[in-house]
Nanobody, 126 residues
């Protein structure tokens, strides 16, 4: 089992930045990638970004491309999501997730992920 804990959410003005962290523990050797998703009330969980290893391939949703950056610190078993130029429509609960399926494909749906964190709220004011 993999345990994930997100942190770094908060309230920020439009145009500002935040960095989310997701620390993994447990059977981290069974992880092949991690992703970030977000969800607002009444809507389905939406893919934001993902990173896969080895190789470090990354993939972003069109809505965040050029503004968000996903990165990984192997030594700390932590994945980060740097969010710049935030917009009010980025307001959501952000979740990180672990992909424990080997291979090269980057998961972009919630079904591709096996373990989830509890989420962290990001609120962008206009």
């Amino acid at each position: 089992q993999v345990q994930l804990v997100e942190s770094g959410g908060g309230l920020v003005q439009a145009g500002g930045s935040l960095r989310l962290s997701c620390a993994a523990s447990g059977r981290t050797f069974s992880m092949y990638g991690m992703g970030w998703f977000r969800q607002t009330p009444g809507k389905e969980r939406e893919f934001v970004a993902a990173v896969r290893w080895p190789g470090g391939s990354t993939y972003y949703a069109d809505s965040v491309k050029g503004r968000f950056t996903i990165s990984r610190d192997n030594a700390k078993n932590t994945v980060y999501l740097r969010m710049n130029s935030l917009k009010p429509e980025d307001t959501a609960v952000y979740y990180c997730a672990a992909d424990q399926t080997p291979g090269l494909r980057v998961g972009v749906t919630s079904y591709d992920y096996d373990s989830w964190g509890q989420g962290t709220q990001v609120t962008v004011s206009s």
